[in-house]
């Protein structure tokens, strides 16, 4: 997909982090009301049919529906892609568009899996 060309908040928030600016109070999660996965499955109601991601693959990856086309959010970093294409893979793409989303990275951010994956 592509990332959210809008999303200049996201191009400058990757800037600091990367020179340093911003490290530690950066207010991570961005939405904590998504930190869980089942909630974020949740919001994928009406996610178009012919959109070639999964909703469960998208939630696991910490992106949540924003209920516009096929453009989701991450509750972590904020960060937002669309334009999902075939073979696009949900964590791979947000990793590659956003690679300092400290979800992504690993760190405890306060993901709540959902039951099923975390057994
Ligand atoms: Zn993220």
């Known amino acids: 997909p592509n990332r959210d060309v809008n999303c200049e908040n996201t191009e400058e928030m ?11 109070n950066t207010p991570y999660p961005r939405n904590p009301a998504m930190n869980s996965e089942e909630a974020r499955l949740l919001t994928f109601h009406g996610w178009p049919e012919s959109a070639p991601v999964r909703p469960e693959n998208l939630a696991q990856a910490g992106l949540y529906y924003t209920t516009t086309g096929d453009r989701v959010m991450c509750f972590c970093c904020g960060g937002s892609l669309q334009g999902w294409e075939s073979g696009d893979d949900a964590w791979s793409e947000h990793e590659r568009h956003y690679p300092n989303c400290f979800f992504i990275l690993g760190h405890e951010v306060g993901n709540v899996p959902s039951v099923q994956s975390s057994i």
């Open 14 to 24: 990757d800037y600091l982090i990367r020179t340093g600016g911003v490290v530690d």
